[in-house]
């Protein structure tokens, strides 16, 4: 029963080709993240949703942006992909943000090829 | 130095080894994930503590909260159990975030 939901699971683009990854989740959770994971590194949070509220981290580049159409949904959109960006992209969802609401749930990811 | 510290980075047994891996933090910290990541695969969250020992099959994962130490432990261990596992402690002043520690490769042989 797949919680975490990412499609698709591997995405080809061109540099400078508008790429949009979609996650979807079954827990009805308020909280969605998008993290980015290059190769042999840790992950790195992009940004996150808390319902409609979205947060921003300081360093994410003005290229990575987000949509959240709705509680089930969010979108990563790359306005312009350079080869740098190429990486694995991670969907999470937590119930909340604070105490035992906050363990996150992560999916299978979708790795991202810049050609 | 890493707020979030693991070791081995690298560790290798055989099938049936008792397996463990650390984690000390620097941070304050709300609760401590322990995370597993196939080769190429996404992220399956195995545990989150804020305190004592928790049990879920063949993993055991404890913390030390006056030490800041962590580990995760593998009893009777698998090849299926080859994977990077990751620790990753919440931090009391950003709570939505996670700061990770490097990773511990583990590969379990036949």
């Known amino acids: ?115 | 130095k890493n707020e979030v510290e693991q070791s081995p980075q690298n560790l290798t047994a055989q099938e049936g080894e008792f397996i463990t891996i650390n984690c000390s933090y620097s941070v304050g910290i709300s609760a401590l994930h322990w995370l597993q990541q196939h080769p190429g695969g996404g992220i399956v969250s195995l545990f989150m503590l804020s305190s004592g020992k928790k049990k879920h099959g063949r993993l055991i994962a404890t913390i030390n909260i006056q030490e800041k130490h962590s580990s995760l432990h593998i009893t009777a261990s698998h090849p299926r159990d080859s994977a990077v596992y990751i620790c990753a402690a919440r931090d009391v002043q950003g709570a939505q975030k996670l700061v990770f520690g490097q990773g511990t490769r583990l590969t379990i042989n036949p």
């Open chain 1, 1 to 115: 029963d797949a919680m975490v939901i990412q499609n698709p699971r591997y995405q080809v683009t061109q540099f400078g080709k508008p790429v949009t990854l979609s996650c979807s989740q079954t827990l009805n959770h308020n909280v969605m993240y998008w993290y980015q994971q290059k190769s042999s590194q840790a992950p790195k949070l992009l940004f996150h949703y808390y319902d409609k509220d979205f947060n921003n981290e300081a360093d994410t580049p003005d290229n990575f942006q987000s949509r959240r159409p709705n509680t089930s949904f969010c979108f990563l959109d790359i306005r312009s992909p350079g080869l740098g960006d190429a990486a694995m992209y991670l969907c999470a969802t937590s119930r909340g943000l604070a105490g035992g609401r906050n363990e996150q749930f992560f999916g299978p990811g979708t790795r991202l090829t810049v050609l």
